[in-house]
């Protein structure tokens, strides 16, 4: 038998969605096999400390995610992750974890600070592999306005919006400030949805239906990010999403929908009140349209350069003319064995031991492919 992997699973992190983070890691170090892989659980505090194993078992068997301390930990029980230098490799100080004996990082952290590239840079500087998406696909995938660009630019339909920075709405004022309405209605019209760039769950969004509520609405989400997209919006769409799996030759599950009974699927909806709330996987669609939304999420992967896994989301216009709009990737998302992400590939065949094995494999392939590049011109 082969040598197990020592598997790294990292989770926690500094974004709103630790909480989430906490229980897809509980779920994927249960469910990976021991028979293959040996776990060390890494725990980043919600307020941004590495910790070591111990303290990562605990938050993993703590009961209640609500009622689990996420941060002021002591100080000297911090990891410091130092990056090998020529032929001494890298370390976790604080916890004697050499990084050459770990063979790859799960990191199981969403949002902003996991799922945006930062993590990523960290792994790549200290030249261990992981799985998913790398550096620019990551922040690429939580950046809204630059994803729908990029997506726009290979021919994926997106739905008009206009991307403002919150300085540039700052120093704006009187007709100067309704000059800039005026142009931002022309591309996004009523109604529309104000949302702050790099930012999940929903926080800060907004649906307006005037000029009055296009005002607040661009305050509100500026209070949370620096850049503000504002985007035409649809009447109650219906919400598809897809899961895709893979490398440089990835594979599409069937389509899932989000039926939700809220006006739109907001921050509320998503986590309250969750009693009209339904999935439907696979979602009743055509054969025509479930095919058109699997090359549509393919094609997004692979234009967004993704590797892994990525959750691909759309809109469909029902109460128009049944058009699909690319509305957002999600590069780590949810990932329990309940998670959309999860459910969808399990319709497909495919169950959740099995996506953590591949996810893994994947991981390791990219990682090969990458150190097979040259770094010197001679
Ligand atoms: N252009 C739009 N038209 C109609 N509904 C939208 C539009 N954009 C977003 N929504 C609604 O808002 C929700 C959250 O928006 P989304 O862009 O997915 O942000 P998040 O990253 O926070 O999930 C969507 O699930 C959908 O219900
Ligand atoms: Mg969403």
Same mark, same amino acid.
């Given at each position: 038998?082969?040598?197990?992997l020592?598997?790294?699973?990292?989770?926690?992190?500094?974004?709103?969605?630790?909480?989430?983070?906490v229980?897809?890691?509980?779920?994927?170090?249960?469910?990976l096999?021991?028979?293959?892989?040996?776990?060390?659980?890494?725990?980043?505090?919600r307020?941004?400390q #590495?910790?070591?194993?111990?303290?990562?078992?605990?938050?993993?068997?703590?009961?209640d995610?609500?009622?689990?301390?996420?941060?002021?930990? %002591?100080? %000297?029980?911090?990891l410091?992750?130092?990056?090998?230098?020529?032929? !001494?490799?890298?370390?976790?100080?604080?916890?004697?974890i050499?990084?050459?004996?770990?063979?790859?990082?799960?990191p199981v952290v969403?949002? !902003?600070?996991?799922?945006?590239?930062?993590?990523?840079?960290?792994?790549?500087?200290?030249?261990?592999p992981y799985?998913?998406?790398?550096?620019?696909?990551?922040?690429? @995938?939580?950046?809204?306005?630059l994803?729908?660009?990029?997506?726009?630019?290979?021919?994926i339909?997106?739905?008009?919006?206009?991307?403002?920075?919150?300085?540039? #709405?700052?120093?704006?004022?009187?007709?100067?400030?309704?000059?800039?309405?005026?142009?931002?209605?022309?591309?996004?019209?009523?109604?529309?949805?104000?949302?702050?760039?790099?930012? @999940?769950?929903?926080? @800060?969004?907004?649906k307006?239906?005037?000029?009055?509520?296009?005002?607040k609405?661009?305050?509100?989400?500026?209070r949370?990010?620096?850049?503000?997209?504002?985007?035409?919006?649809?009447e109650?769409?219906?919400?598809?999403?897809?899961?895709?799996?893979?490398?440089?030759?990835?594979?599409?599950?069937?389509?899932?929908?989000?039926i939700?009974?809220g006006?739109?699927? %907001?921050?509320?909806?998503k986590y309250?009140e969750?009693?009209?709330?339904?999935?439907?996987?696979?979602?009743h669609l055509?054969?025509?349209?479930t095919?058109k939304?699997?090359?549509?999420?393919?094609? !997004?992967?692979l !234009?967004l350069d993704?590797n892994?896994?990525s959750?691909?989301?759309?809109?469909?216009?029902?109460?128009?003319?049944?058009?699909?709009?690319?509305?957002e990737?999600n590069?780590?998302p949810?990932?329990?064995p309940?998670?959309?992400y999860?459910m969808m #590939?399990?319709?497909?065949?495919?169950p959740?031991?099995?996506?953590?094995?591949?996810?893994?494999?994947l991981?390791?392939?990219?990682?090969?492919?990458?150190?097979?590049?040259?770094t010197?011109?001679v």
């Open positions: 038998m082969s040598k197990k020592n598997v790294a699973v990292v989770f926690g992190g500094r974004s709103g969605e630790h909480e989430v983070s229980m897809s890691a509980r779920s994927v170090v249960e469910n096999d021991r028979e293959k892989y040996n776990v060390i659980p890494l725990y980043v505090s307020d941004g #590495w910790l070591p194993p111990a303290q990562a078992e605990a938050q993993l068997g703590g009961g995610v609500k009622a689990l301390k996420t941060a002021g930990f %002591d100080a %000297d029980q911090s410091a992750l130092v990056p090998g230098v020529g032929s !001494t490799p890298g370390r976790w100080q604080g916890a004697n050499q990084l050459d004996q770990i063979d790859i990082i799960f969403h949002g !902003t600070y996991g799922e945006d590239g930062t993590l990523q840079g960290m792994m790549e500087m200290a030249d261990i799985v998913g998406a790398g550096v620019l696909a990551s922040a690429l @995938g939580m950046d809204k306005a994803m729908k660009a990029v997506c726009e630019q290979a021919g339909p997106v739905l008009p919006a206009f991307t403002l920075t919150r300085a540039h #709405w700052e120093a704006t004022q009187g007709s100067g400030r309704e000059e800039l309405l005026e142009q931002i209605e022309k591309t996004a019209s009523y109604p529309a949805f104000v949302k702050p760039c790099n930012l @999940g769950s929903s926080v @800060g969004i907004s307006v239906r005037n000029r009055e509520e296009l005002r609405g661009i305050d509100e989400a500026a949370f990010d620096r850049k503000i997209l504002i985007e035409k919006g649809l109650s769409p219906r919400e598809i999403e897809l899961s895709v799996l893979g490398n440089d030759h990835p594979e599409v599950s069937l389509p899932g929908e989000i939700h009974g006006d739109f699927y %907001d921050y509320q909806t309250f969750t009693q009209g709330q339904q999935t439907q996987i696979p979602a055509t054969e025509e349209q095919q939304l699997q090359e549509l999420a393919i094609k !997004t992967f !234009t993704l892994g896994l959750r691909v989301d759309f809109l469909l216009d029902a109460k128009g003319d049944e058009s699909i709009y690319l509305n990737v590069t780590m949810g990932f329990t309940i998670s959309m999860s #590939w399990k319709a497909s065949g495919r959740y031991h099995q996506l953590l094995d591949e996810l893994i494999q991981g390791l392939e990219r990682h090969r492919d990458r150190t097979r590049n040259q010197t011109p």
